[in-house]
């Protein structure tokens, strides 16, 4: 029962146990492969009820998978533990993760035995993150705390996202029925509850970025959407390869 729903509040796993090898390349892609083929199957039955009564039954299914997956411990990936050990690192002992790898100063801190890869590296993402992380670890506390504060913060934002993608589809002029109907693609998404939810990775804050750089591009607010990109690029720099593309319209529209 551990592979699948144990609330972090009870449980933090030892990285050092191999279940997560077996778990890697057979029970998740067959456990993610049900889900994406059932998140199909439910769409494609909703579709067909009145679209409000589709809207009510979508929020608040979606409001139950969100908190079965907040309370759902990590199942893929020890990410999460590792970014909140170097943000406890810089928030706590003030030592800078982008110059120093924590754990070689800190090898008796008992988050170490959450994770068992990557120990060597210094922090690879950008100052946003480490300073949200370096929050997160101030207000949770303990590890457990520390990671549901994280999830109900990316909850929050997977919520952001949303509303930024019910405006910019209202600029597309999609009818409430087909807004409502799409939005299901985005608050059901496996990969995305997944990934967000219950891996607590921060693609979320990236996701946020593109989908308000995107709509402030779409209101010709270039210099807003440039900006946007520069906040997602200071958590995962892939978020500035899309900057040329404001920039330019910025420059032609001068």
């Not at 083929?37 to 039955?45: A, C, E």
């Amino acid at each position: 029962t551990q592979w699948f729903v144990s609330p972090a509040v009870f449980y933090i796993p030892d990285a050092s146990v191999d279940r997560y090898a077996f778990f890697t390349w057979v029970y998740f892609p067959l456990a993610f492969g049900l889900a994406t083929v059932l998140y199909g199957y439910t769409l494609k039955s909703f579709s067909r009820l009145p679209w409000r009564f589709f809207l009510f039954v979508s929020l608040l299914f979606s409001v139950c998978m969100f908190t079965v997956a907040i309370a759902t411990h990590p199942l893929h990936s020890q990410d999460v533990y590792w970014n909140l050990f170097y943000g406890k690192a810089f928030a706590v002992y003030h030592i800078n993760p982008y110059t120093v790898a924590p754990v070689s100063v800190l090898p008796t801190d008992p988050w170490i035995s959450s994770f068992s890869m990557w120990k060597e590296l210094l922090m690879t993402h950008g100052p946003l993150w480490t300073l949200i992380v370096s929050f997160i670890v101030t207000v949770g506390k303990t590890l457990a705390g520390s990671l549901l504060a994280l999830k109900a913060l990316e909850a929050f934002l997977l919520i952001c996202a949303g509303y930024i993608l019910w405006r910019v589809m209202g600029i597309h002029g999609f009818v409430l029925e087909q807004k409502a109907k799409l939005m299901i693609f985005l608050a059901w998404n496996p990969f995305l509850l997944h990934a967000t939810l219950v891996d607590g990775h921060n693609d979320i804050l990236v996701l946020v970025a593109m989908i308000l750089s995107y709509y402030f591009f779409l209101k010709g607010h270039y210099h807003y959407s440039i900006v946007s990109l520069i906040l997602g690029g200071f958590v995962k720099y892939v978020s500035l390869l899309a900057i040329p593309i404001p920039i330019f319209f910025l420059a032609i529209s001068r």
